[in-house]
């Protein structure tokens, strides 16, 4: 059972920039996709970004353009590169498995604010 850790989060005004990192032991030595995932307050948690073992990534519509994710997988790390950040990116982020979820962590929590 994986244990996620996410880290990175704070306050950011808005179009500003601001980098998630997720860690978990073992995460760069399985095949596996990877996502980040955010639930804004009181509403549903959903699938931001994704990045197979291979670095191929996919994104939702609504940070296309905006975010960037990557991983280093000799590091057990996917990235999430928040650019141009709107307050509609406030929300916790996670990351989890895709195909198999495992155990979610705590998240971090991002606000973007003024």
């Known amino acids: 059972q994986a244990h996620f850790k996410e880290s990175g989060g704070g306050l950011v005004l808005p179009g500003g920039t601001l980098t998630l990192s997720c860690t978990a032991s073992g995460l760069g030595q399985y095949i596996n996709v990877v996502g980040w995932y955010r639930q804004p307050p009181g509403k549903q948690r959903e699938l931001v970004a994704d990045v197979s073992f291979g670095g191929s990534p996919t994104y939702a519509d609504s940070v296309k353009g905006r975010f960037t994710i990557s991983r280093d997988n000799a590091k057990d790390t996917v990235y999430l590169q928040m650019n141009n950040v709107e307050p509609e990116d406030t929300a916790t982020y996670y990351c989890?498995?895709?195909?198999?979820?495992?155990?979610w962590g705590q998240g971090t929590q991002v606000v973007v604010s003024s």
């Open positions: 989890n498995y895709r195909l198999a979820a495992r155990a």
